[in-house]
């Protein structure tokens, strides 16, 4: 069984108004000098077979299709 992670991000000219929400919190919070925080999601999946290059092309085509927006966000892919 493979094992892949892909992490999805806004793009950086993209307003991330929750990653501004929790830099506005983190000092009420106590955490002095955070400069920025951007919020992505994380999936992690799971498929049959090896992580070989068909399977990594399978999972990219899942994440240009459904896991990000192409539109607004970035996506990291990796196999672990």
Do not use: Y
Request: glycine share 8%.
């Amino acid at each position: 069984m493979a094992r892949f992670v892909v992490e999805v991000m806004l793009k950086p000219e993209i307003l991330d108004s929750q990653g501004q929400a929790v830099a506005r919190a983190l000092p009420r919070l106590g955490f002095e000098g955070v400069t920025g925080v951007r919020q992505g999601k994380r999936f992690e999946i799971e498929v049959e077979g090896p992580a070989d290059e068909a399977a990594t092309e399978r999972v990219r085509k899942m994440a240009e299709t459904l896991l990000a927006n192409p539109v607004i966000e970035t996506f990291e892919l990796r196999a672990e």
